[in-house]
């Protein structure tokens, strides 16, 4: 089975500070995203990467970018957080059979 | 714009019962996704459903797919506990990008 595994379950930041959210995956396929997932709201795309290297937005990137300089290794950035950005973020790694695999999750609160 | 809807939102039922999750989208796409979510736990891969007409079983959950209605459903045929959690659908809007939708909580009750 395809593993993704983010490195923190919980994190709590203070306004204003930069914040990296760590996806590592061993399969040896391209594709790579970050969702942030919120009560009532489902999963909402924040950006996605094909290759190393490559980005692109999703559907809500303000406030955030993106690092992917090996293929197996995938990371958000918060460049300067706020409260607004509490939230469970969850990587994803894609699956040709199954379709996305996530990891389990990182409940990030920005006080 | 592509949405997607579920529902209903929030479901209860008894044990033995059988119920159905409704997901629908309004723009054309012939992938769809079901997930499950466990309270503090990540998504698990559920159904991949990739044409019209594609019927998924697995104990008892069934999903199928309408892609002329664009229409999804997740059927469960005798509840058991631990089917307890929420349930995502999402569809690829191209590109193997998921719009998700809101999630439909289950609870089953002894």
């Known amino acids: 089975d395809v593993k993704v595994t983010q490195s923190s379950r919980y994190l709590v930041k203070r306004t204003g500070e930069k914040v990296f959210l760590e996806c590592v995956q061993d399969?040896?396929?391209?594709?790579m995203f970050w969702y942030r997932q919120d009560p009532g709201l489902g999963l909402r795309l924040i950006y996605f990467?094909?290759?190393?290297?490559?980005?692109e937005k999703g559907d809500i990137p303000e406030g955030y970018s993106v690092s992917r300089e090996k293929k197996e290794r995938f990371s958000l950035i918060l460049e300067s957080a706020s409260t607004n950005q509490t939230s469970m973020y969850l990587c994803?790694?894609?699956?040709?059979?199954?379709?996305?695999?996530f990891g389990s999750g990182t409940r990030l609160t920005v006080v | 714009e592509l949405k997607v809807e579920q529902n209903p939102l929030f479901l209860s039922m008894q044990e033995g019962k059988n119920y159905t999750i409704y997901c629908n989208y309004s723009?054309?796409?012939?992938?769809l996704y079901w997930y499950r979510q466990d309270p503090g736990k990540s998504l698990e891969s559920l159904f991949v459903?990739?044409?019209?007409?594609a019927v998924k079983q697995e104990g008892r959950l069934m999903a199928s797919l309408d892609t002329k209605a664009r229409l999804s459903t997740l059927h469960i045929t005798a509840a058991v506990h631990d089917l307890s959690a929420t349930y995502f659908c999402?569809?690829?809007?191209?590109?193997?990008?998921?719009?998700f939708g809101q999630g439909t909580r289950l609870t089953i009750n002894p």
């Open positions: 994803a790694g894609l699956d040709g059979v199954r379709g996305y695999t």
């Open positions: 459903l990739l044409s019209n007409g």
């Open positions: 399969m040896d396929h391209e594709n």
């Open positions: 999402a569809v690829d809007k191209g590109a193997q990008k998921l719009v």
């Open positions: 990467s094909y290759d190393v290297k490559m980005k």
């Open positions: 723009t054309t796409s012939d992938r």
